[in-house]
């Protein structure tokens, strides 16, 4: 089954994002670590009460933990792809807790329609290169 695939690749995933151990992980989901290890590995099928345990313990949705909610696993692997470090990723997110207006204004930007969201992408591209051409 593809959702039990995902479970083990996001089981894995989550776990070594939040920096933790199999042993980590099942203290905080009351199990032993060999339980975490079969789920992980796909030797045993998850029971509710464990899929309750992961979504608690990773914060997300028994959905997304089973993949489920694609879009949102997807996003979530791309970014930490393409920011190898928590560390960049949580400096984008620090940025924009601070600027509220430039939340505001992506906010704004993601509720356009594509083809006018891609021209407003391109005109903060071609700006803020512009800018940088100005200050260099």
Same mark, same amino acid.
């Given at each position: /089954?593809?959702?039990?695939?995902?479970?083990? *690749?996001? /089981?894995?995933?989550?776990?070594?994002?939040?920096?933790?151990?199999?042993?980590?992980?099942?203290?905080?989901? =009351?199990?032993?670590?060999?339980?975490?290890?079969?789920?992980?590995?796909?030797? !045993?099928?998850?029971?509710?009460?464990?899929?309750?345990?992961?979504?608690?313990?990773?914060?997300?949705?028994?959905? !997304?933990?089973?993949?489920?909610?694609?879009?949102? =696993?997807?996003?979530?692997?791309?970014?930490?792809?393409?920011? *190898?470090? *928590?560390? !960049?990723?949580?400096?984008?997110?620090?940025?924009?807790?601070?600027?509220?207006?430039?939340?505001?204004?992506?906010?704004?930007? /993601? /509720?356009?329609?594509?083809?006018?969201?891609?021209?407003?992408?391109?005109?903060?591209?071609?700006?803020? !290169?512009?800018?940088?051409?100005?200050?260099?």
């Amino acid at each position: /089954m593809k959702e039990l695939e995902t479970l083990k *690749k996001n /089981m894995k995933f989550y776990r070594q994002e939040y920096g933790w151990s199999q042993e980590d992980l099942a203290a905080r989901m =009351n199990v032993s670590r060999s339980v975490v290890s079969r789920l992980e590995t796909g030797e !045993q099928a998850p029971e509710l009460n464990y899929l309750i345990s992961l979504s608690n313990a990773f914060e997300v949705s028994i959905d !997304q933990l089973l993949g489920r909610e694609e879009i949102e =696993n997807t996003i979530l692997h791309e970014v930490y792809e393409r920011y *190898k470090t *928590k560390h !960049q990723l949580s400096e984008i997110v620090e940025y924009l807790v601070k600027t509220p207006q430039m939340l505001e204004q992506l906010e704004r930007l /993601m /509720m356009m329609k594509s083809k006018n969201r891609k021209h407003a992408e391109n005109v903060i591209v071609h700006a803020i !290169q512009e800018i940088q051409k100005i200050i260099e």
